[in-house]
């Protein structure tokens, strides 16, 4: 597609459920970032994934949280046992050369727990 | 530790007025600064990206500076419009090492008419 597709838009969940977000990336792009951006707070960092190279889980907050990234295109993310401190808008960014081109970002899903 | 911080945190302009704001890092081997827009409810869009020998660089009515020596980098935006309105966030790369760029908070921009 044109650009990065993040499906839904919006989730609201009671807490402990598990929540699933996808993020479609710019056909091509080999380089595929997830963020959570609290509100009013900069953007944090949650995982990274570069072609097929072991994704670099540093950011993750929580075991509750995982992502994979299928056939190096799709990614999801999901959080298990949601809490309210969850509630935050996760963008996801890929990017061909991230160095080079920097990254181009989805919309973001607007999570909410309550 | 890598670092970006930016101030001011947030600015209240008249529309037609300009205004800076600066970005200060720490990130080192320094790669590559970009500036981003992020409308409310939209992700971060990229403004300009600059490099180590790069001092200035303009996009329309944005323009940014850099001083690689002071590791301070500065969004100038001239003759503001209701559309402005938004937070600019500061993003610095290290030329080694693993490709997760560092962010600022971002400056919440407001311009009134």
């Known amino acids: 597609g044109a650009g990065v597709s993040q499906s839904p838009s919006n989730k609201v969940t009671e807490k402990g459920k598990d929540v699933e977000l996808r993020c479609d990336p710019i056909?091509?792009?080999?380089?595929l970032y997830w963020y959570r951006q609290s509100l009013g707070q900069g953007l944090e960092f949650l995982i990274y994934?570069?072609?097929?190279?072991?994704?670099?889980k540093s950011g993750l907050p929580s075991d509750r949280f995982s992502a994979e990234r299928t056939g190096g295109s799709v990614s999801t993310l999901t959080i298990q046992r949601t809490q309210q401190e969850d509630s935050a808008v996760y963008l996801c960014?890929?990017?061909?050369?991230?160095?080079?081109?920097?990254?181009?970002f989805g919309s973001g899903t607007r999570l909410t727990v309550v | 530790k890598n670092q970006v911080e930016q101030s001011p945190q947030s600015l209240i302009i008249l529309e037609g007025k300009n205004c800076t704001l600066q970005?200060?890092?720490?990130?080192?081997?320094?790669?590559?600064l970009r500036w981003y827009k992020q409308d409310t409810g939209r992700g971060p869009v990229s403004l300009t990206i600059m490099t180590f020998s790069e001092n200035t660089k303009s996009n329309g009515r944005y323009t940014a500076t850099l001083d690689a020596d002071t590791k301070q980098s500065s969004l100038h935006i001239t003759a503001s419009q209701l559309s402005d309105s938004a937070s600019y966030i500061c993003v610095v790369s290290a030329r080694r090492g693993s490709y997760i760029p560092t962010f600022g908070r971002g400056t919440s921009l407001i311009v009134h008419p």
């Open positions: 056909s091509g792009h080999t380089a």
């Open positions: 994934f570069q072609g097929n190279s072991a994704p670099d």
């Open positions: 970005c200060n890092y720490t990130v080192s081997p320094f790669s590559n």
């Open positions: 960014a890929s990017s061909s050369h991230p160095a080079r081109y920097g990254y181009t």
